[in-house]
């Protein structure tokens, strides 16, 4: 792994990004261009921070996160792969997979205008990854930072055999008042109830939060809307090669057991997963490669 002086060396930009001890020692990328600012650590090649100009911040980070290294980090963007939730057998392995806690490397920075910013990243593999890991899928993260955030997963299988992966960019969106907003585009859809035990529903109308809200809306590749009353905003979610949708407030009583989200912290966070989870894991032949692509903008 580069030091920080050779990240800054090869890849800062001047004036708009540069790489810097965070909280907890973690290194993160600062980025400050013409039409956005962005805090992105390199462990887990997790966005911590997207703020548009003259915006209120759109991702939600805790005010109670821990910043630890190996820890996932309560808020931003944590990357959820190569699966989702509990490991299907291995009951000791990392719940949403290893992606979100291990260092990833910077692959290349560019500035293709003043208003956008990219940084492409790739997950280190060590003896630790290949215990919990055995196949040769290299996974790389685009991030793009400008008006729009867009946010892209990359898996490639430069094995021999086919594998299938889980995935999920976990974003935490700050919103007003989590109790009067709507989350518009998975009405009819299908989808597993985490909180009864993974029930199968039909979701009728918008999303609307007033308890523990965890579900996965499967066969799902629609956009959704999440909008926002009281921020006066709504956050349009667009995707690619994602068929499903997750929807997590933990509410009061799981937000308390969790010790890092705050005590209002539940109030001010949703999240709006984009990916592949349950029902729609994907396949990827040897040589073959997936992409999870997402992208987030402000309305008014
Ligand atoms: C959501 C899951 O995506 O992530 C929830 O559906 C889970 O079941 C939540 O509680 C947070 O997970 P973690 O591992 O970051 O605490």
Known sequence: MMDLAGLNARFAIQ???????????????EVENQAASALIALQGAQLMRW?????????WLSGAARFTPGKSIRGGVPVCWPWFGAHA????FPAHGYARTVPWEVLATEAPSATQTRLVMRLVETDATRAWWPHDTP????????????????????????????????????????????VLGLEDGEYLDK???????TQSGPVVISGEVDRVYVNNPAACVISDPVLQRRILIDKHGSEST?????WIEKAAKMGDLGDAGYRHMLCVESGN????LVDIAPGEQHRLWVSYRVER
């Open 15 to 29: 004036d708009v990004l540069v790489f810097k001890p965070g909280p907890g020692g973690l290194v993160v990328a």
């Open 51 to 59: 703020t548009p100009r003259g915006e209120e911040p759109v991702i």
């Open 89 to 92: 057998s291995e009951a000791g």
């Open 139 to 182: 996974v790389e993260c685009h991030i793009t930072l400008g008006e729009t955030l867009e946010l892209e997963l990359v898996t490639r299988n430069a094995g021999r055999e086919p594998v299938t992966i889980g995935e999920a960019l976990h974003t935490y969106f700050h919103v007003g008042d989590v109790e009067r907003v709507q």
């Open 195 to 201: 909180v009864e035990g993974f029930r199968r529903k």
């Open 246 to 250: 997750v929807v997590w407030n933990p």
């Open 277 to 280: 989870v349950a029902d729609n």
